[in-house]
């Protein structure tokens, strides 16, 4: 049999030129299946002894096909008597394409044979599989999302990219190796999926004006944008969109596209933008396990344990296990005999003397047993098999490395008469000594380090200059600095029960301070040490800040790393909360007026009566906290900026809330006060109609409040909009003037808009006259006003405000 199959080997060598990789399992097979004498080592037979010694051609032809076999990648094997390709794509065991072949249903590769080669697709999907590993990953294509215009606003198609893995419980979209993309200079895509029960929203835009603009290589968020995508998705959704049709772009630019791509393999190019090929699919790799139980779980029911001869290990990926070949073996750990021996030392011994004859060599046995066949150690030894490897260990009395071909064994030379008692004593009470002496000498200087950090933070944040500012206002500032013992104490060393809420820029703290003055703390995300002077200025500003309707600021800590500012306590939550969560009571027309005159005043004191002008930059629902006579208090400058006296705009990074950002800054990263006038705006919008600024499960043209209102006021549907409770409280005269100011405030020109002063003034108006007396009400409008539904409210109800981060590029939105 063997001379056949030499002979049969050797003539496709010259004839077809067989890989070397085949001849290799092929004559592993041999050796494995028993069809030669020399298939087990038996035990106390010597290594190739007359009946089982290699030929020499075979021995040759066994370690050149080794030779060229790579071993930086385990060995893929499938069952015997299966196909191991389909196509290019090499199909490992669980894997399998007939039945039989595969592990169970959810490792079927449906290998279908097309007009110029197969493919192969994942289980009964039509996914096309393009590569396994035995370490848990599997790539597959997925199409493009795509939202497409012809003529100008007149959409031509629109895809979504759907990858649904909910029916194989092994698979999951990796986290690690994937992004979220979008392509387009006019583009906003959103993904949609489930980790675990709960739902997952992210999204991301991507702008320019002109082809020139972009840069291969780039996603920044010009003509491409990419954001990390959580762990745990089995089912994403993705859908691209534009803002405006692609009219200022369509003439390089007609198409938006979303899609999720393996980061390795995707290289943003231009050419994207001008056109993506509707039959082009882009790779997504997937993470793979077993089954989702953990190793001891799957342990317990050896019937559907697949690492019999292997060892089980719980990637970092997620749930499940996979097998992999125990250290100094390698191929594949799903089957009873896949991990094979590496390397080791082939010794022939000669039955006519005990002179050996030795060579290193490469061989695929299974499980050698080093100790028996070699006995590689010293006479003083015991020797320890250890998987592809073995370990000699001396007898009592002996020292060496215990190898015959290294240091073997020698005795010990052991001194009489030593007093092995009193040096036991004498070194457990030094070794004590020892340790009470570096606990002490560690705990000082543990606490000098503790200070030393506290003093370099405390300079580093402008400690030095806030104090020196401090004392030249004297007794005009009645802000302090707090100690970071101070606040610790405060919140119960921040304790999560202390936490009031999160937001873009920190979490909010409830602290209560010694003399039992309750108070808010904020804790900053990230600390610019390079504008200290900056942060120092604010400080100051806005300590001397004193407006009955923003929330005082009591001082600030610099003893830490990121620097700690203390406000006045507000107790009745935020406007927000009472506009649209349930439970929250509900708020009257009239206060609702009244909340919006006290914040129009409060960010008219900021623009102009604060010394430098102050714009707050993040007006929303949100940061205007009501106290328990609900009085309004604008909170949150976390983002705010101090203008120069001489400069009416600032130069910035774009910041602040989506649904909230004025649209000119975005465009133009130039900050004014009118920002501020165009999220007060919306923030007119919202109490107006008790809608959120920005919510996605209402139709495409509702999801964004500000453009809904404009655009309700234009096709005189306002109130159609309006909250019912409204209606029935307010009188039309009043609600159509609060209605028109929210219009004036939210023009997209920056110049159009009134400045925050007109707008409390006239505010201020309406709450003194909510009539003027040369208007009359028509008692049929007010009928029809009154017999208005409220379902568009009802709609509004779910979903958040979503914070835009300063990179402009992406979009987090997350149920909350």
């Not at 390698?330 to 089957?335: D, H, K, M, V």
């Amino acid at each position: 049999m063997i001379k056949w199959r030499k002979k049969e080997i050797l003539s496709r060598l010259k004839r077809k030129r067989t890989r070397m990789k085949e001849v290799a399992i092929e004559l592993e097979g041999l050796r494995v299946r028993n069809r030669h004498p020399w298939a087990e080592v038996k035990e106390r037979e010597t290594v190739m002894d007359s009946h089982t010694r290699l030929s020499p051609n075979i021995l040759v032809l066994l370690v050149i096909a080794v030779t060229f076999i790579p071993v930086t990648r385990a060995q893929v094997f499938a069952k015997n008597g299966c196909p191991t390709h389909c196509g290019d794509l090499t199909i490992p065991y669980p894997f399998g394409t007939m039945e039989g072949c595969y592990l169970n249903n959810n490792f079927y590769i449906n290998c279908t044979e097309t007009a110029d080669s197969f493919k192969a697709y994942l289980a009964y999907t039509d996914f096309i599989v393009t590569d396994i590993t035995m370490e848990g990953q599997l790539q597959i294509l997925t199409t493009v999302a795509r939202d497409c215009y012809g003529a100008p606003r007149i959409p031509v198609k629109t895809v979504p990219q759907i990858i649904s893995l909910s029916p194989f419980s092994i698979y999951n979209v990796s986290n690690t190796r994937n992004k979220f993309t979008a392509i387009g200079c006019d583009t906003y895509a959103y993904l949609y999926g489930f980790v675990g029960n709960k739902s997952y929203r992210a999204g991301c835009m991507s702008l320019c004006n002109r082809f020139e603009d972009l840069v291969d290589g780039s996603c920044s968020g010009f003509g491409c944008c990419q954001i990390q995508i959580p762990d745990g998705l089995k089912t994403i959704d993705v859908v691209a969109y534009s803002f405006n049709r692609h009219v200022n772009v369509s003439d390089f630019n007609p198409c938006s596209y979303a899609f999720i791509v393996e980061e390795s393999r995707f290289r943003f190019s231009s050419d994207y933008v001008q056109y993506i090929s509707e039959d082009y699919k882009f790779p997504v790799s997937l993470d793979w396990v077993v089954s989702n139980e953990t190793c001891v779980e799957a342990a317990k029911n050896p019937s559907n344990y697949a690492c019999h001869r292997s060892e089980c290990h719980e990637p970092d990926t997620g749930s499940g296990y996979l097998c992999k070949c125990p250290d100094g073996f390698y191929g594949n750990p799903y089957l009873p005999e896949g991990c094979l021996g590496m390397s080791f030392n082939i010794c022939c011994q000669s039955r006519s003397d005990l002179n050996r004859y030795c060579k290193t060599a490469t061989q695929f046995f299974a499980y050698i047993d080093e100790c028996k066949i070699w006995s590689p150690c010293d006479r003083n030894a015991i020797c320890s098999n250890l998987p592809g490897s073995f370990k000699c260990i001396c007898k009592g009395g002996y020292e060496g490395d215990g190898k015959r071909n290294g240091n073997g064994c020698s005795p010990v030379d052991a001194p009489d008469g030593f007093p092995f008692v009193n040096i036991g004593l004498g070194v457990s009470i030094s070794l004590l000594v020892f340790v009470l002496s570096i606990s002490w000498i560690y705990w000082g200087l543990w606490q000098r380090k503790l200070i030393r950090q506290r003093e370099n933070f405390f300079l580093q944040n402008g400690g030095i200059i806030l104090q020196q500012e401090f004392s030249k206002l004297k007794g005009s500032v009645s802000a302090k600095i707090f100690t970071s013992e101070e606040l610790k104490k405060a919140t119960n060393n921040f304790h999560e029960t202390r936490i009031l809420g999160k937001g873009g820029h920190g979490t909010v703290y409830k602290g209560i301070l010694q003399d039992n003055r309750v108070v808010a703390i904020k804790k900053s995300m990230i600390a610019d040490h390079s504008q200290v002077e900056q942060f120092v200025n604010e400080v100051i500003v806005l300590s001397q800040v004193n407006h009955r309707n923003v929330v005082k600021l009591l001082g600030c800590c610099l003893e830490t790393e990121v620097p700690l500012l203390v406000y006045e306590f507000i107790s009745n939550g935020t406007l927000h909360q009472r506009l649209h969560c349930s439970g929250k009571g509900y708020l009257s027309w009239e206060c609702r007026l009244r909340i919006a005159a006290e914040t129009a005043g409060a960010l008219s004191y900021l623009h102009s009566a604060a010394y430098p002008p102050i714009i707050h930059r993040d007006v929303k629902s949100t940061n205007i906290l009501l106290d328990e006579h609900y009085t309004a208090k604008v909170s949150d400058f976390g983002a705010s900026r101090l203008v120069p006296l001489d400069q009416t705009q600032l130069t910035t990074l774009v910041q602040g809330t989506l649904g909230y950002l004025d649209p000119e800054y975005f465009q133009s990263s130039q900050l004014t006060e009118k920002s501020d006038v165009y999220s007060f705006g919306v923030v007119l919008a919202e109490l107006l109609t008790k809608r959120k600024a920005l919510c996605f499960q209402m139709p495409e043209e509702e999801r964004n409040l500000a453009m809904h209102f404009v655009s309700a006021l234009k096709k005189d549907q306002l109130f159609g909009i309006i909250d019912h409770q409204v209606l029935v409280e307010g009188n039309t005269t009043q609600i159509k003037e609060v209605a028109m100011l929210a219009n004036r405030c939210l023009r997209v020109r920056g110049e159009e808009r009134p400045s925050m002063k007109e707008i409390a003034m006239e505010l201020e108006g309406l709450r003194s006259n909510p009539k003027h007396p040369w208007v009359k009400d028509e008692s049929k409008e007010t009928e029809y006003l009154l017999s208005e539904p409220s379902g568009a409210n009802a709609q509004g109800n779910n979903g958040s405000p979503s914070d835009y981060d300063s990179g402009r590029q992406q979009i987090i939105l997350q149920g909350r």
